[in-house]
């Protein structure tokens, strides 16, 4: 499989992306919480030097709940403040102002010594594309907030987002491009829905995902579609096909039909929580 970005259109948005950075004190970055790893671009570490950071494992409600918990003991360990949420039902957003107000002591410290009170915190949000950017500012910030803009020190046209007294979100979020460099990392974003399936082959990757669910979670393809799931990844993919009837005029089974159908029910959450990685 060989995925490529688009080198032209990630340049602009990292530009704009560098000149948000200048405006704030805190990033909140979203990870995908079923391919935390894959699902991150390195470069933001650079990118935003000298700023608090948070990262979110969000869509943590699709992932493997004990999964969700080694990877957020694993970004701490690495000295990230980190939570898990679900941006989609609000599941662990309400924590998050007591995180951000810890992961930014340094700057609330700062400003007192220098005599500066009720300075909001600026935070924004990055992330690859599809990682939940849009749904979690929207729960996040929910009905109180106040938009604010144009005010000096503020570039003209900055939408800001009053949390509460004490944060405020730029609306906008920073797009992340992310890295192919690994085939690998190339298959997990196609599988959890980061990468235009128009640009992967349907059939080999949900071979793959056959191929990982029949070794990491055993079980549950047999359990889903009621196969005996110890043949080979293909051997299953035709049993699936079978099972839920998808077929060609003629009777010739849907391969294409059934890889698109496994896909789907795992984006959705349907075969179970699961993380691939
Ligand atoms: P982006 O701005 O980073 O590109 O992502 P966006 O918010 O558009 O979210 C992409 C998809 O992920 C949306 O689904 C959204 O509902 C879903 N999503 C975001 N956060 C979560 C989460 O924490 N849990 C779950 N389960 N899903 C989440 P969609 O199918 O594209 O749209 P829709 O059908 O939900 O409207």
């Not at 470069?43 to 935003?48: F, L």
């Not at 079980?219 to 699936?240: F, V």
Request: positive net charge.
């Amino acid at each position: 499989m060989n995925l490529q970005w688009y080198p032209g259109h990630m340049t602009k948005a990292r530009r704009m992306m560098q000149e948000d950075l200048k405006l704030i004190d805190l990033v909140i970055e979203l990870l995908d919480a079923r391919a935390p790893l894959s699902s991150r671009n390195p470069d933001i570490d650079e990118m935003s030097r000298q700023k608090s950071r948070l990262l979110l494992l969000n869509k943590a409600d699709l992932a493997d709940e004990k999964k969700n918990q080694e990877w957020g003991a694993f970004f701490q360990k690495k000295g990230f403040y980190t939570a898990k949420v679900d941006s989609r039902s609000n599941a662990g957003l309400k924590a998050i102002h007591n995180i951000i107000k810890e992961a930014c002591k340094e700057k609330l410290e700062r400003d007192r010594r220098r005599g500066i009170k009720n300075r909001p915190i600026r935070a924004m949000v990055v992330g690859i594309p599809n990682v939940g950017k849009s749904t979690f500012i929207n729960s996040f910030a929910g009905k109180a907030c106040t938009k604010t803009g144009n005010r000096p020190g503020v570039t003209k046209g900055k939408q800001w987002i009053r949390l509460n007294k004490s944060v405020e979100l730029l609306d906008t979020p920073g797009i992340l491009w992310p890295k192919f460099d690994d085939p690998q990392v190339g298959e997990r974003l196609a599988m959890i829905g980061s990468v235009k399936d128009d640009l992967i082959n349907i059939e080999e990757l949900s071979l793959k995902l056959i191929g990982y669910l029949q070794r990491n979670y055993p079980g549950l393809l047999q359990k889903r579609y009621n196969i005996d799931e110890s043949g080979e990844t293909l051997q299953l993919l035709e049993a699936i096909a079978r099972e839920r009837n998808c077929v060609r005029k003629g009777a010739d089974l849907d391969y294409e039909k059934a890889a698109a159908m496994v896909m789907e029910e795992f984006r959705g959450g349907r075969l179970g929580r699961i993380t691939l990685e």
